[in-house]
C-alpha cells in the first residue's frame, strides 16, 4: 500500500458555525463542504487550550500546554517536544509549512522538521504581507490567504515519489478583518441574521465572565476592526442594544468576507489535487486553531471553555480509506491529531512520540465503534487577566451532556501568584437543556450529584494527563 500524502488545512480562528456544512445560519462555504460531503464531518473536536500559539504547539505534538511549554501567547515553542512532522520527516516524507506559525519568530523558535517553509512572523498581514523564509524576510504581492495556497500548490508540484505533508496555515480570518476586494460585496451590513444570545446578561454566570473585555459593545477597535465611527446616537449605556447590533453587522461582515477567501482558496486546492491525480491517495483536513465567539453572548474572539470558542471544526477526507458523507460525534481534542494522522501514515505514535498523550481516532473516522474512547476531555486555559481581554485563567470538563468549570483565579503555572480579588467560582452547564449556556447550576442543590461526579472526572482527567490542580 502506498503512503498518503498529507495536506492540512488550518485557519486562525475559525468557528464551525461559520461553516454551512456545520449548518452556519450566516455564510455559504461550498468549497469547505465538499470536505464534508467527501469525507467525515467531526461535531465533538475540541481545543484543549482555546487559543492561538498553544493549540498549534498542541497539534504539532500531540501534548497539553504543561506539557510542551506554550501554555500562552507569551510563550515561545523551544523544540524540546518532538512533533509529527519531525516523524514524518525521519519516516522519508517530504515535509512544509506555509502561513501561519506564531510559534515565536526568532532564533531557535522558526519553525524546524520541515523541508521547506515560509511564515507570516507573529500575527501576519492580510495585505502583501511579509514573509520569512530560510532565506531571509522578503515582502510578498497580494492577499495574504492566496498567498499561503499558491505558496503550497507550487510546493505540492514540485514533489516527486515520496509521499509528503504540506501544513496550509492560513491567517485569516484572525482580527483585524481585512477582506480581499473582491469579497466586499459579500454579507452586507443589516443582512447577517443575529445569534440567539447577542444580548447574553450574564445573569446568573462568575464574575470572570463579567469582566473579560471583549464585547462587542465596548472593546473592539474602532479604527482597526470596525473601520468606521460608531455613530453619535449609538454611544451611552442608554443605547448599548443598538449599539450592538450595529457593532456586530459591521464585525461579522468582514469576518465572513474572510472566511469566502479562504473557502475559494479550499475549492481551488481541492480541484488542483483533481487535477495532479493526487485525491484518492491525500489526505486532506480542514481545522481551525480554535473557534470563535460570533457575537454569540455579546463577544467577539474566544479563550473560554464556553462551546463556541472550544469547539474546533473538523473535517477530514481521504477517499481511499475513509467513507464519504459521515459524521464522527464522539468527542475528540487537538490532542489527538498527532496520533491519528501518524497511524494513518503506518507510524506508531506512542514509540515515536514518547511524550505525546493523544489517541488516534482513525478508527472512529472509519466507522468503526469503540466502547473505551473517551467520554470527557479536559480544558486549561493558563493566561490570567492578561490584555487585552483579560479573561481570568480556568479549566473544565465537558462531557457529551455537562460542562464543570473553575475559574481559580491565579496567574500563570510559572509564577502562579493569587489573584485576591475575588474569589473562585464554579460553573456547572447542561448542555442538552440549556445548550447555549446561560443558566449556571453549580450550586442548583438537585445538580449536586453530577456536579460531584465532574469533580471527580475533573480530578482525574488531571492526574491522567499529568496536569495539576490549582492550590492556593
Ligand atoms: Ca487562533
Known amino acids: 500500500m502506498s503512503r498518503p500524502n498529507i495536506v492540512f488545512v488550518m485557519s486562525d480562528d475559525h468557528a464551525a458555525h461559520a461553516i454551512s456544512a456545520y449548518g452556519s445560519r450566516v455564510n455559504r462555504t461550498p468549497h469547505l463542504d465538499r470536505l464534508a460531503r467527501d469525507g467525515v464531518r467531526c461535531d465533538a473536536t475540541f481545543c484543549t487550550n482555546s487559543i492561538c500559539s498553544p493549540s498549534r504547539a498542541t497539534i ?10 506554550v501554555d500562552s501567547i507569551y510563550s515561545r515553542f523551544d523544540h524540546a517536544t518532538r512533533t509529527f512532522p519531525s516523524v514524518l520527516q525521519e519516516a522519508g516524507y517530504r515535509t512544509a509549512l506555509f502561513g501561519k506559525w506564531h510559534l515565536g519568530e526568532t ?15 507573529d ?30 500548490l507550487d510546493w505540492i508540484d514540485e514533489q516527486g515519489e515520496e509521499p509528503f505533508c504540506v501544513l496550509v496555515h492560513h491567517k485569516a480570518p484572525h482580527r483585524p478583518w481585512e477582506p480581499d476586494a473582491k469579497h466586499r460585496d459579500l454579507y452586507p451590513a443589516g443582512s447577517i441574521p443575529e445569534p440567539a444570545t447577542l444580548f447574553d446578561d450574564f445573569a446568573t454566570r462568575s464574575r470572570a465572565v463579567r469582566e473579560a473585555t471583549m464585547t462587542l459593545a465596548d472593546d473592539l477597535d474602532i479604527a482597526t476592526d470596525i473601520k468606521e465611527p460608531v455613530p453619535a446616537e449609538l454611544q451611552g449605556e442608554e443605547n448599548r442594544e443598538a449599539r450592538i447590533r450595529w457593532v456586530y453587522q459591521r464585525y461579522l461582515r468582514d469576518y465572513l468576507q474572510c472566511v469566502q477567501s479562504i473557502d475559494d482558496n479550499v475549492g481551488r486546492l481541492l480541484d488542483h489535487l483533481d487535477q495532479r491525480g493526487l485525491t484518492d491517495n491525500t489526505i486532506v483536513v480542514y481545522t ?12 467577539y474572539d474566544k479563550r473560554f471553555i464556553y462551546d463556541q470558542s472550544l469547539q474546533m471544526p473538523l473535517m477530514i477526507r481521504w477517499p481511499e480509506h475513509l467513507p464519504a458523507g459521515e459524521r464522527c460525534g464522539e468527542i475528540l481534542t487537538n490532542v489527538d491529531f498527532a496520533a491519528t494522522l501518524l497511524e494513518a501514515c503506518g507510524l506508531d505514535a506512542d514509540a515515536e512520540l514518547p511524550q505525546q498523550q493523544g489517541r488516534s481516532f482513525l478508527p472512529l473516522l472509519r466507522g468503526e465503534a469503540d466502547e473505551t474512547w473517551p467520554r470527557s476531555m479536559y480544558y486549561r486555559y493558563w493566561e490570567h487577566d492578561s490584555e487585552p481581554h483579560h479573561v481570568w485563567s480556568h479549566y473544565g470538563v465537558r462531557t457529551h451532556r455537562h460542562k464543570l468549570v473553575y475559574f481559580y483565579n491565579a496567574g500563570l503555572g510559572t509564577d502562579g501568584s493569587k489573584d485576591t480579588r475575588y474569589p473562585p467560582e464554579w460553573e456547572l452547564y447542561d448542555l442538552e437543556e440549556d445548550p447555549e449556556e446561560l443558566r449556571n447550576l ?12 465532574l469533580e471527580a472526572e475533573l480530578a482525574r482527567l488531571q492526574e491522567h494527563y499529568r496536569d495539576a490542580p490549582y492550590v492556593a
Open 60 to 69: 504539532l505534538t500531540g501534548t497539553y500546554s504543561h506539557i510542551n511549554g
Open 107 to 121: 532564533g531557535e523558535s522558526l519553525p524546524q522538521d520541515f523541508d521547506n517553509w515560509q511564515i507570516f512572523p
Open 123 to 152: 500575527q501576519g498581514e492580510y495585505h502583501d504581507p511579509t514573509m520569512i523564509s530560510p532565506a531571509g524576510e522578503e515582502q510578498v504581492e497580494g492577499y495574504a490567504t492566496d498567498i499561503v495556497t499558491d505558496l503550497s
Open 288 to 299: 481551525s486553531d480554535q473557534g470563535f465567539f460570533l457575537g454569540d453572548h455579546g463577544w
Open 442 to 453: 453549580a450550586d442548583s442543590p438537585e445538580h449536586a450529584g453530577i456536579r460531584a461526579e
